[in-house]
């Protein structure tokens, strides 16, 4: 008997196995059905509910190939206004650490970090020219000077300058001392004010307006106004530039020119532009500190100051070689 039925249950196992339909699971053409998990009980009410009054998702028509995805950055631009900034930002001490640890522990280091961001004071020395002059026309030997020295920080500073000429063996034919105030008026200029005093060839007294720094493409520039106790109002402008050929061999082109807004009988000036030098120098850095030069230096008289030159026997221009000397300490 219980043979008879285990042969029954033999043959009858494999007929619902071949009544399945398999003729779907070679295609992906078609997606199974999803379950529905609210019908199934297997979500709270309240959450099928939400489901049930959501609307499906529109699909996506050819058309859409067509969109604009520029605008999907402005969809993904989460930057925050400029007004989201909260009222309570801007409520407190102006320095955040002096709440925590209180304003006096915190002023010493501030007053440090400030004297590393532009507080420093220090000092130099530089004399930018001191050289020897040989006339190419066989005139006199002459000498010049041209240094200046500064104490201060990067905004606010005391300036001297100091500049002259004359010939061995003679008298200082030119000489002038500028003690002035200098205060940084942007990244690459200063603003100098202060007095000019010329002890050569007459006493006199200048008020001086002027301003120095670096002009685009490194250029050295300095420009001044002088109006002496006299009424006589001159002007002065100087540029340079330091072209490296290498590391320490540097060639120097640099121009400087006077004007006059009137003339000066007493010292043989005509009104206009009255001097213009144009020269080069090639100096060598043995130190940073040191650095001996060779150049040549073309000089000229202009204008009403040129017909009182050659009114007084003088030449009005020419060439000059030049040997001398750049150090700062």
């Known amino acids: 008997m219980i043979r008879a039925m285990l042969l029954a249950g033999a ?3 494999p ?11 070679g295609s992906r053409s078609e997606p199974a059905p999803e379950m529905d998990h609210c019908a199934m009980g297997h979500l709270p009410p309240e959450q099928c509910g939400k489901q049930e009054e959501s609307e499906p998702a529109p699909a ?3 058309g859409m190939a067509g969109m604009d995805h520029g605008s999907h950055g402005a969809m993904n631009d989460k930057s925050a206004p400029e ?26 280091a501030r007053r440090e970090l400030a004297r590393g961001n532009g507080g420093m004071t220090t000092g130099m020395v530089l004399v930018e020219r001191l050289e ?9 030997t ?38 002035l105030y200098s205060r940084a008026i942007g990244p690459f200029f200063d603003l100098q004010a202060g007095v000019r005093f010329d002890p050569e060839p007459d ?7 002027g301003v120095a720094g670096l002009a685009p493409y490194m250029f050295h520039v300095d420009g001044a106004l002088f109006l002496s106790d006299r009424g006589d109002l001159t002007a002065r402008v100087e540029a340079e530039y330091d072209q490296k050929i290498t590391q320490r061999l540097i060639l120097q082109p640099r121009i400087e020119a006077e004007f006059a807004a009137q003339d000066i009988p007493e010292r043989e000036i005509g009104a206009g532009v009255t001097k213009v030098e144009p020269g080069l120098r090639l100096r060598y850095e043995i130190a940073r500190e040191f650095a001996p030069y060779i ?19 003088e030449d009005p221009d020419g060439f000059k070689v030049l040997l001398g000397v750049r150090a700062w300490f």
């Open 11 to 13: 043959v009858l196992l």
């Open 15 to 25: 007929a619902p196995l071949a009544a399945q339909d398999h003729s779907g699971h």
């Open 60 to 62: 996506m028509d050819d």
């Open 83 to 108: 007004d989201a900034v909260p009222a309570r930002a801007l409520e407190g001490p102006r320095h955040a650490a002096d709440a925590i640890w209180g304003r006096e522990a915190m002023e010493p």
């Open 132 to 140: 020897a002059r040989i006339p190419t026309d066989g005139g006199e």
């Open 142 to 179: 002459g000498y010049l000077w041209d240094a200046q020295a500064w104490y201060g920080g990067d905004l606010n500073r005391f300036v001297l300058k100091t500049e002259g000429e004359g010939e061995f063996g003679g008298a200082v034919e030119d000489a002038e001392i500028q003690a």
């Open 203 to 209: 006493s006199r007294t200048h008020l001086v307006l």
């Open 295 to 313: 150049g040549v230096e073309y000089e000229a008289k202009l204008g009403e100051t040129a017909d009182i030159a050659r009114a007084g026997g």
